[in-house]
C-alpha cells in the first residue's frame, strides 16, 4: 500500500518523519510531497495510492482533498494548525490514527465536490475542483458587478453585488458562512449561492438540491474567480459564464469520531450555540 503525506509549509520534519515511521510499521510504502510543490510531479506519483495524510491546517486538507477526490483516494487530516475545523486527528493522534487506518477501525465519510468551468464565447478556458468554493469577486475598477444567474436552463435573476459565490456543504462553514450563508449538513449534494455584498437587501443566499448546474454570466466586471480562496485568482470579462456542479466522484474522508461529532465541532471551532451570556 502506498501512501502520500501531504505536508503544509508549517510542517516540522519530526512530524513528517513520524508520519513515515508510522505507515512503514504497517509495511506500507510513505512518500513525501509539499503542498505547494509542482502539481504535476505530485500527480505523477499518485498511481496506486490508498490514502493521502495531510500535515497541516484546513488548507491542506483541501489541498489533498482536490488531489483525492477525482482519483478515489481517501484523505486523513492530521491538524498542525489552529482551527482544524476539516481535519480529523492533532499530531498527537498520530501513530493511533494511523494504526486504526491499517486496522479497518474508521468509517467513510463522503462529501461533495465541486466542479466549475469557466468559459468565454463559447469555449471553456479554465476547468477546476473545489471541495470549498468557487468565487467570482469584483477587481480592477469595478465599483459593483452585475450577475446574471441561471440553474439547471432556469433563468433566476440579474443582481449588482461585489460577487457571487457558490459553495459546497463542506464550504457552507468557511467562507460563505462568513458572508451570511446558512450551514449545511457535510455530506449534503447540495449547493448554495450567496452573494457577496448585494445591493439589495432582499438578495440573500438560496440552497439548491443536488442535480442543478449553477451558472454565473458576468454582464458588468471586471472580475476574479478564485476556487477554494487559491492565491492566484483567474481574470473574468464582461460575458464569461461559470457554471458550477458536482464532481461525478466525491471525497472519501476517513474519520474515526461519530457522524453527530460535526455539531459538537460547530460549538468546540466555531462557537455555535454557545451563548455569549453564561447559562445560569
Known sequence: MKVCILHGPGAEKSVVQRTFKAVEAHKSEPWEADRDGPLNAITRRLKGTTLIVTLGGD?????GG???APRG???LGVNLGRLGFLTEI????LETG?????KGDYRVEERNVLQATLTREGKSIARSIGLNEAVINRSGDARMLRVEIDVGGQAVGVIDADGAMVATATGSTAYALASGG???EPTLRDLVLVP???FALTVRPIVFPPGQDISLEVLRG?????IDGGRRGRAVQPGDILRCGSHPRRLKVVRFSPPESFYQRLGEKLGWGRPLVPLK
Not at 492533532?90 to 493522534?93: E, K
Open 73 to 75: 483516494i481517501a484523505v
Open 222 to 226: 471586471p472580475a476574479d474567480l478564485r
Open 182 to 184: 446558512p450551514i449545511l
Open 90 to 93: 492533532d499530531a498527537d493522534g
Open 59 to 63: 488548507g491542506t486538507f483541501l489541498a
Open 98 to 102: 494511523l494504526d486504526r487506518f491499517f
Open 66 to 68: 482536490r488531489l483525492g
Open 196 to 198: 457577496l455584498n448585494p
